[in-house]
């Protein structure tokens, strides 16, 4: 495990996007698995600025993203879809039909989460694998006690993450109960995965996440026994109270 100390949110962002973009001139057809949240949203913008600035192509890169929220459209500015075209498909030239995100509209979940399972098969495991890190350990939605085998699967959310989440939402009862994640097996199948450390009140995840021991209990826990992971922190946020 590589760990890389940054003073503050911009500087880890930055490192974190020269190492991406250095990965896509490298290799074109990258499989890169994207989250969202607050974490990445300056990776995103960085990705944007090289994109406009120096002109690197995504046209034949690819993207799995790792989770969405069951009972959302892509059209509804909560949802991840719509997330991720706000900060980052807007703005380059990755392809459509290579973009790929959980249908969170989709009648048969237990359909969908077969055919993102899929997606793995059709290009392969992911080249590399952006996280960030939920409160309680989670990382996309591989909430506390998910078994380390899970594939794509349907997720009932913590009340711990839905109250987390709900500075996104107008109120707490709008946040969904549920969601589709790609399950800790894929993620760890990525041949490198970077750990994105940052924001208010995430020392104990990240001290936890530290302490080594790898169990169930602690989703983030597993990335421990990967070949490749590297950890961007942000010390500024780290040791600060927590403001959710
Ligand atoms: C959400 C997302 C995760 C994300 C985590 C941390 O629930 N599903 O993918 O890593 O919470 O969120 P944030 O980056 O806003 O702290």
Do not use: W
């Amino acid at each position: 495990m590589k760990h890389i100390m940054t003073e503050n949110y911009e500087e880890m962002s930055r490192k974190v996007a020269e190492m991406v973009i250095g990965r896509i001139r490298e290799q074109g057809n990258l499989v890169l698995g994207l989250p969202t949240g607050n974490t990445p949203i300056g990776f995103y913008q960085e990705l944007v600025k090289d994109y406009k600035l120096n002109y690197t192509s995504y046209q034949h890169a690819r993207s799995i993203n790792i989770d969405e929220y069951i009972g959302m459209s892509g059209d509804d500015p909560k949802s991840y879809r719509y997330y991720m075209n706000h900060h980052l498909f807007m703005h380059i030239n990755m392809k459509k039909e290579n973009i790929h995100i959980p249908n969170g509209l989709a009648v048969d979940v237990e359909g969908e989460c077969f055919c993102y399972d899929q997606v793995f098969e059709e290009i392969g495991p992911m080249d590399v694998l952006i996280l960030g890190i939920g409160h309680n350990g989670h990382i996309g939605f591989n909430e506390p006690g998910t078994s380390f085998q899970s594939t794509t699967h349907k997720v009932e959310l913590t009340e711990e993450t839905r109250q987390m989440n709900a500075r996104h939402f107008k109120s707490l009862d709008r946040v969904p109960e549920a969601a589709i994640t790609m399950g800790l097996k894929s993620m760890m199948d990525s041949k490198e995965i970077f750990l994105m450390v940052t924001g208010d009140g995430k020392t104990e995840a990240y001290t936890q996440f530290l302490n080594g021991r790898v169990t169930e209990d602690f989703p983030a826990s597993i990335l421990h026994s990967h070949p490749n992971l590297t950890v961007i922190v942000d010390q500024s946020t780290i040791n600060t109270p927590d403001n959710r």
